[in-house]
């Protein structure tokens, strides 16, 4: 379901190319609108699903991801139909187009048509081990809040009256808790400066091998490769998901940002070998980056408000993505990896605080 989706993000457009005379209407723009608006909730709504799976969330993510990372082989797919099996892109569109409309019948087929509904006696009780009365869940007090050893415990520390409890226990929170409280907003700051380089690399690798002088039989050649190595990303997903359910949020983002200022190192070569290996990377780095966003999400802040926070992540995410217009426009490659390197640097805040922050409760 998740490859399908992400092929249906991109259906529209398409075959609006290849059915419609464009003449007199931008339908570049049209369909660029398209594309923005209903991929990300398309793939953030895949994604979610793994909270079905409470027992093994960051595995289960791992794969939706890397099923999403296997839709980036219809671009081969399309090579290969155009270019060696002769196909016209009429017919090719044509064939997609079907393939896509049974994917959506199987989907509404299989899917219930109601929400499941948790039955309060059937609760986890690791979900909810304290009932307190609803005065105290709209004050947002804790039983615990006064006692004198938490008094003390803020005078020594220097500690406002709320952050002890607040910051320490997110889970069942105030929507408003959540959003304003340090561990999301480090998070957040974190996806953005991560996803506008991931989304950049896709839209700039062409000219990036263009601009390092290679012949266009060498940038044909290095684009088919990266058209195999990013569907072929599964591969990482058993490493990744061991890596999220064992070692921990702080040392998968470690490891995350890590990758990301090796694909920018790597990239930045004119050595092929190298810049291969920089795809390799990013694949990698392209696989841990979402199931990170989302299974910390669920593990910091429960899921209550899961949905709406997710989609706030990825509306910052989205803001900040604007700023790969004006950085392509810089048009030197070599200034825009030192700005890379830069601002990926930057996230290491994120982990610092998160292991300052599990030290400290």
């Not at 791992?62 to 980036?72: E, P």
């Not at 825009?336 to 640097?345: A, D, K, S």
């Amino acid at each position: 379901m998740a490859v399908s989706s992400s092929m249906w993000s991109n259906l529209l457009l398409g075959l609006v190319f290849d059915k419609v005379n464009a003449g007199g209407h931008d339908l570049l723009l049209y369909g660029m609108v398209l594309v923005g608006f209903s991929g990300p909730g398309i793939q953030l709504s895949g994604i979610h699903m793994s909270n079905l799976f409470p027992e093994a969330t960051a595995l289960v993510a791992c794969f939706i991801v890397g099923g999403l990372q296997l839709s980036f082989l219809i671009f081969t797919l399309f090579d290969l139909a155009y270019e060696h099996l002769g196909l016209s892109m009429s017919t090719v569109f044509t064939m997609y187009a079907c393939v896509l409309f049974l994917s959506l019948i199987g989907t509404l087929l299989t899917e219930p048509d109601t929400p499941f509904e948790v039955v309060p006696s059937e609760e986890h009780e690791l979900l909810s081990p304290m009932r307190l009365p609803s005065v105290f869940k709209e004050e947002e007090a804790s039983l615990l809040m006064s006692t004198p050893e938490l008094e003390k415990y803020r005078r020594r520390h220097r500690r406002p009256t709320d952050e002890v409890f607040f910051d320490g226990d997110l889970h069942n929170r105030s929507f408003r808790t959540q959003v304003l409280s340090k561990p999301f907003l480090l998070i957040a700051f974190y996806f953005s400066i991560l996803s506008l380089w991931c989304n950049f690399f896709i839209g700039s690798i062409t000219g990036l091998l263009r601009w390092k002088g290679l012949p266009e039989s060498v940038v044909a050649n290095l684009l088919g490769k990266l058209a195999f190595v990013l569907p072929g990303s599964v591969m990482f997903i058993p490493f990744v998901g061991y890596l999220l359910e064992k070692c921990g949020y702080t040392y998968s983002s470690l490891v995350c940002t890590a990758v990301a200022l090796c694909f920018t190192v790597m990239l930045s070569s004119m050595s092929t070998g190298w810049i291969v290996a920089g795809f390799v990377a990013y694949a990698f780095f392209r696989t841990i980056m979402f199931p990170l966003l989302f299974a910390y999400l669920g593990h910091r802040f429960g899921f209550q408000h899961y949905g709406a926070l997710s989609g706030i992540a990825f509306c910052i995410g989205g803001v900040v993505g604007l700023l790969q217009t004006p950085i392509a426009a810089i048009g030197d490659f070599q200034t825009i990896g030192y700005v890379q390197f830069g601002t990926l640097l930057l996230t290491f805040v994120a982990p610092y605080f998160e292991r300052q922050r599990d030290g400290y409760y």
